[in-house]
């Protein structure tokens, strides 16, 4: 029996053989001189369209499991394998060294992949991984001797790979995979966010100990610890049975929270609601049982069109999303492009430090005439349910009473054209900034309600990158310093009687809601999967 110890990426506990996925590294590429370079080339356009056509469909797949936000990426790496200057230089490869298309398409993804990883934009470093994704995809496409095997499982396993690209982790099917182990990986990876959607166990991160995996293997596997056990013995085999039954158990008893509300012993209630990136993610928020939406991302609009979508395509979604949760609330968070979510056709600049530039509230103040058509469309869709609009990224009083003003011509606007809108919906900001932290006594007094973005909020207060894995350590949501930010934020917000929620990932880690609970907090937004579990976790509280 060996134990390993990886990092926890989707709670769970799964027991069963171990299926090592092929993987496409260094070792196995070889480079091939070609005598016919046109038919290299016609079989490498040949395995572009097919590798295109292939995205495509998993993309349509992925929206139906997975949702619009977690599929985008695959939309991503279609743009990528249409650009000229990626394709163009393998294509390249191909002519002048006279070689293989399966290493020239190896060769020039490693090379494009260390472009972007040393990049400053933290956008363009995420494309890293994505160049190595597409580029293992165009080998498979090109020859079948490198398939992973994912799409050929027929039995219950537990599957490893080197790493799990995004497209690869969205064909596992659930029914079949228990659960999946990886070398390489962080918790906030592409593929350990699929893996919380679609409710499989993993560990990534297993690094050097990852050799000592074999094919066959019986392991057991904890997602919640990141503890993998190869070849238990039966006295463990039996504990983790056990604990696997018990786990199940529970997951079965959040049924029963159902139509329940979250309100602690001693009375207190707080609203859990949901987050969601597209109006088609509303099935899992009414699946979950969630008491409305605390956060949707209205950026999803912006990413999916190639140019800015209108005020009616706007309106149409909004209203959808608003009519659906019939009459729960629903806040709508404006643009929030910049940093690591990009548009082509925004055309913003290329900056040093991106996370702390032209982003967000800043865009929207910038380009008056984007926001006004956001604003119009928002507007436009309360007259269908109850909406509540929030402001990202604000630092300033200034920035509040600016958006309010843009808000209330266009209400004006409206009432001249004799458009229905409902007056008095509430307004709210983003806290997600120390500035904003630090101001809030006198922000509280201009708006409705208050919702702490704990992702970025932890990143600015602690100086540490959320998507620097060499720093994962230091990005802590229950950092006191975060903690107290949070503290000072609720306090003000109770002395100017506006209530305030939590919309960041710490809004589900259980080991918080005690203390989100006695400090004030009336309000947390999930991922809908999380909101069961977090409503029982407020039931059995005596704060």
Not at 287 to 315: C, H, K, V, W
Not at 357 to 385: N, P
Not at 395 to 418: T, W
């Amino acid at each position: 029996m060996q134990k390993l110890a990886g990092i926890g990426a989707s709670k769970g506990i799964a027991i069963g053989k171990l299926t090592i996925c092929v993987s496409i590294d260094d070792n196995n590429i070889e480079k091939i001189p070609v005598q016919d370079v046109p038919a290299e080339l016609e079989r490498l356009e040949n395995a572009k369209r097919l590798a295109v056509d292939a995205l495509n469909a998993v993309y349509l797949s992925a929206l139906k499991r997975v949702g619009e936000k977690n599929s985008m990426i695959f939309q991503i790496h279609i743009m990528m394998l249409q650009d000229e200057d990626f394709f163009g230089a393998i294509r390249n490869r191909v002519r002048e060294n006279k070689v293989n298309a399966e290493s020239a398409v190896w060769e020039t993804g490693k090379e494009f992949s260390n472009i972007f990883a040393q990049m400053e934009d933290e956008y363009m470093r995420g494309r890293a991984a994505d160049v190595i994704d597409i580029s293992k995809r165009m080998i498979r496409t090109l020859n079948p001797a490198y398939a992973n095997g994912l799409d050929t499982i027929t039995e219950h396993t537990v599957v490893a790979a080197a790493d799990l690209m995004p497209s690869e982790t969205v064909q596992i099917d659930p029914e079949k995979v228990l659960a999946f182990l990886t070398r390489e990986g962080s918790k906030s990876s592409h593929s350990a966010i699929l893996a919380r959607t679609l409710g499989i166990p993993a560990v990534v991160g297993l690094a050097e100990q990852y050799p000592r995996l074999a094919d066959g293997d019986e392991v057991i596997v904890d997602g919640g610890t990141g503890e993998v056990i190869v070849r238990p013995d039966a006295e463990t085999l039996a504990a983790y049975r056990r604990m696997q039954a018990e786990y199940e158990q529970r997951r079965r008893e959040l049924q029963q929270v159902r139509g329940t509300k979250a309100v602690t012993k001693t009375g207190i209630e707080i609203e859990i609601n949901a987050n969601i990136g597209h109006p088609g993610d509303v099935e899992k928020v009414l699946e979950n049982d969630a008491d409305g939406i605390g956060l949707f991302r209205s950026e999803f609009l912006y990413m999916e069109n190639n140019t800015f979508p209108s005020e009616e395509q706007q309106f149409s979604a909004y209203r959808a999303v608003l009519e659906k949760m019939d009459g729960k609330r629903v806040i709508i968070r404006t643009l929030d492009l910049g940093a690591d979510k990009q548009v082509p056709y925004l055309d913003l600049p290329k900056e040093e430090n991106p996370a702390l530039g032209y982003r967000a509230i800043r865009i929207s103040l910038d380009r008056r005439e984007l926001f006004v058509t956001q604003l119009r469309a928002l507007a436009r869709a309360s007259a269908f349910g109850r909406l509540a609009v929030m402001f990202p990224m604000i630092i300033s009083v200034d920035e509040v009473r600016e958006c309010k003003s843009v808000l209330e011509q266009v209400k004006q606007q409206l009432s001249d054209e004799n458009i229905a809108f409902a007056p008095d919906f509430e307004v709210g900001i983003m806290v997600e900034t120390p500035a904003a932290v630090m101001m809030s006594a006198e922000l509280a007094r201009e708006i409705d309600f208050f919702s702490i973005g704990t992702n970025d909020l932890t990143q600015y207060t602690l100086a540490a990158d959320r998507m620097n894995h060499k720093i994962a350590d230091l990005f802590d949501s229950r950092n006191p310093a975060v903690l107290r930010m949070i503290e000072m934020t609720v306090e003000n917000g109770k002395k100017a009687g506006i209530w305030t929620g939590i919309c960041g990932e710490s809004a589900a880690d259980t080991a918080l809601t005690e203390f989100y609970a006695r400090i004030g907090v009336r309000e947390l937004s999930v991922t809908p999967s999380a909101v069961l579990e977090l409503k029982r976790e407020v039931q059995q509280l005596s704060v």
